[in-house]
């Protein structure tokens, strides 16, 4: 099941501002990035389909239970959870869920995952991330690595465009968030991902849409809490 949020992003991604390469550019990647979808493993396939999940309500449940920053995390596999931050370096910040899965963010960009089976184990995304957080088009380089199917650790070098689109306002779990969007398209090894960013005035990713590994595909992550 699409979530409510990813739904949005996808949404927002039809609009298109800023300069006049950025509207040829941003329309472009995000009309691609809308057909491209990474392929899941099989023991994913092979879960029954999640119940639905009123993400609303369970972000207004968590915020009255907790006190510092949170994140809601949802998979194209259909799991959606809460994740709390349990610690931070400078940048980098780590949000376990109840379950005790792992997202790790740096700036707003995904650094690694824990708990999930193919893992994405860290990230080097700083040229991208400064031009996401800046939102500013141009191009930069960024490598992944993730387990494979044999456990071993893989490098994904990759090169990326950034683009940016139209600036939005939404509201959820009772607060309003406000954002330009910003595109990332990313090709290597025959692959082609594309992650979607609100990023607010301030230079902080609001909400996202961003690969993990060939097998888990996308995750889209909303702020609750910064």
Do not use: H
Request: hydrophobic share 40%; charged share 20%.
């Amino acid at each position: 099941m699409k979530s409510r949020i990813g739904a949005l992003l996808l949404a927002v991604a039809l609009g298109g501002c800023g300069s006049e390469s950025d509207k040829l550019a941003g329309p472009n990647l995000v009309k691609e990035g809308a057909m491209s979808v990474a392929s899941a493993a099989m023991f994913w396939k092979k879960k029954p389909p999640a119940k639905p999940v009123d993400a609303e309500a369970m972000a207004r449940g968590a915020l009255e239970l907790n006190k510092g920053p949170l994140i809601l995390a949802s998979f194209e596999t259909g799991y959606t959870d809460i994740f709390g931050m349990v610690g931070e370096n400078g940048a980098m910040r780590t949000y376990n869920s109840p379950g005790s899965r792992a997202i790790i963010l740096r700036g707003g960009m995904l650094a690694g995952t824990r708990g999930f089976g193919f893992d994405m184990m860290s990230a080097e995304t700083e040229g991208t991330g400064r031009l996401i957080r800046a939102r500013q088009a141009g191009q930069a380089k960024k490598v992944l690595r993730y387990l494979d199917g044999l456990g071993l650790e893989r490098p994904l070098p990759l090169d990326c465009a950034v683009a940016t689109g139209a600036s939005t306002t939404y509201p959820f779990a009772g607060q309003s968030w406000s954002g330009q969007q910003v595109v990332e398209r990313c090709t290597g090894s025959g692959l082609t991902i594309t992650n979607t960013f609100i990023v607010s005035a301030e230079g902080r990713v609001v909400s996202s849409r961003q690969w993990v590994t060939p097998q888990v595909g996308y995750i889209t992550i909303q702020t609750v809490r910064p």
